[in-house]
């Protein structure tokens, strides 16, 4: 087998700093271990549509359904506010999602101990959180025809819809039970099946599914605005939490707030095996462009890394060194390092971007 492709999308604002430092890691795996990637970059978002009128360019759709992997930095940004719907930065995200077919996205809640007092939780309430929410990502109000701005009489209608196969929530809520099983055993959906006939739809396929092929899985149901509730109540009760498109983006970011920074937290969207036996699959930080502090190296570079971490998990069936580099980070930050993002205590002078990319590669080196 030859080496094994990644396609690098650093995006816009703080996306292309963050990625500079998933690069030193990348070349210390490939210099230290012979973990060798055949790496190519390429632009997606604000800076696709400045190089080529198009926040993502049909060349680099083509080479994102050819690789093993794809990692992105982060898309978006003021100075593209005003642009035509179509044009917006966030489309090239959602049309690489749309058409890899990434239904499944993953999207870890996990408490650094060294960071606990960050949350604006109480300690005991979040320290050891360690919660996985696996988001539908292809479907649901995100896409769903019709959509659009419409005039009705006088006035102008804003239109989405929501919609599920059941295909849909099947696999969706397979790809939960299947992590769940490799987790604490527990999954619980979330939906509005109280006012909403999708959520209906939802409930009944999950159970379907739970029924027939995991039955040995703990499984609970929760409606969504009361998920969110006891998100912040209790979070430990979760280990997998399973929801649709729309309330998986909201329940992933409160769910990202309570473990004390944006800026530590990973993501995978997966989608179906390809002809090698892996998932299509693409990696990114569950945090934004952050346009307010590009370019001054006050990024945390750790939410990027650790989505590496995933790919070489999910992606490359190299787990160990997905342990070895998530150990790293926690032993940079258990020795206090801390980006702008975690400052808070006294008398401690924020590393830059890179000082922290540094001190990381410094750890995996200690690890070896
Ligand atoms: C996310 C983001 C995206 C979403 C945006 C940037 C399109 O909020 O990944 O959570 O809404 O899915
Ligand atoms: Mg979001």
Known sequence: MGKSSLLILPGDGIGPEVMVEVRKIIDWFGSNLGLDFDVTEDLVGGAAYDAHSTPLHDETMAKALNVDAVLLGAVGG??????DFNLKPERGLLRLRKEMDLYSNLRPAQC??????????????????????????????????????????????????QRYKESEIERVARSAFELAKRRGNKVCSMEKANVMESGVLWRETVDKVHQAEYSDVELSHMYAD????QLCRWPKQFDVIVTDNLFGDILSDTAAMLTGSLGM?????LGAPMENGRPKAL??????????????????????????????RYSFDEGVEADRLEQSIENVLSKGARTHDLLGEEGITPLSTSEMGDAIVEALAESV
């Open 78 to 83: 003021p100075k593209y506010d005003n642009l």
């Open 112 to 161: 650094f101990d060294a960071l606990a007092d960050f949350s604006s939780l109480k300690t005991e309430v979040v320290s050891g959180l360690d919660i996985m929410i696996v988001r539908e990502l292809t479907s649901g109000i995100y896409f769903g025809e019709p959509r659009g701005i419409v005039t009705e009489g006088k006035e102008r209608v804003g239109i989405n819809t």
């Open 226 to 229: 009361a998920g969110a509730m």
């Open 265 to 269: 937290l990973p993501s995978a969207s």
């Open 283 to 312: 990696y990114e930080p569950v945090h934004g462009s952050a346009p307010d502090i590009a370019g001054q190296g006050k990024a945390n570079p750790i939410a990027c890394i650790l989505s590496f971490a995933m790919a070489l």
